[in-house]
């Protein structure tokens, strides 16, 4: 079974930096398949931040997240990126990677609480003080 490493998460202040890593320890499917990033809140539902197709290399940013976060990914490592600059204290969460069959990033982006998504790596968690 495919498993899903995440890595990055940590403590940052508001307008700092992280880099989020998700490192699957295989190719999770033989065809077109999606990699991301969802996160948690307290008290919230969780909700899809970004995905990066492995076809196409087409990507899905939430309206929240456009212009600060970028993905990126390298497919020969099976491995996935999420780059978070200009980081607010809003988006303190426990940040999940995801990995499940699609065409677009968006499909798998705009899941529903993520409810369905095949493989989910262990959460890390992004907090940023104001």
């Known amino acids: 079974d495919v498993q899903l490493q995440a890595s990055g998460g940590g403590l940052v202040q508001a307008g700092g930096s992280l880099r989020l890593s998700c490192a699957a320890s295989?190719?999770?499917?033989?065809?077109?398949?999606?990699m991301g990033w969802f996160r948690q809140a307290p008290g919230k539902e969780r909700e899809g931040v970004s995905c990066?197709?492995?076809?196409?290399?087409?990507?899905y940013y939430a309206d929240s997240t456009k212009g600060r976060f970028t993905i990126f990914s390298d497919n020969a490592k099976n491995t996935v990126y999420l780059q978070m600059n200009s980081l607010k204290p809003e988006d303190t969460a426990v940040y999940y990677c995801?990995?499940?069959?699609?065409?677009?990033?968006?499909?798998?982006?705009?899941?529903?609480?993520?409810?369905?998504?095949?493989?989910w790596g262990k959460g890390t968690q992004v907090t940023v003080s104001s």
């Open positions: 295989a190719r999770p499917y033989d065809d077109d398949y999606v």
């Open positions: 995801a990995a499940d069959r699609a065409n677009t990033a968006r499909a798998i982006a705009t899941m529903t609480q993520g409810i369905g998504i095949d493989y």
């Open positions: 990066i197709s492995n076809s196409d290399g087409s990507t």
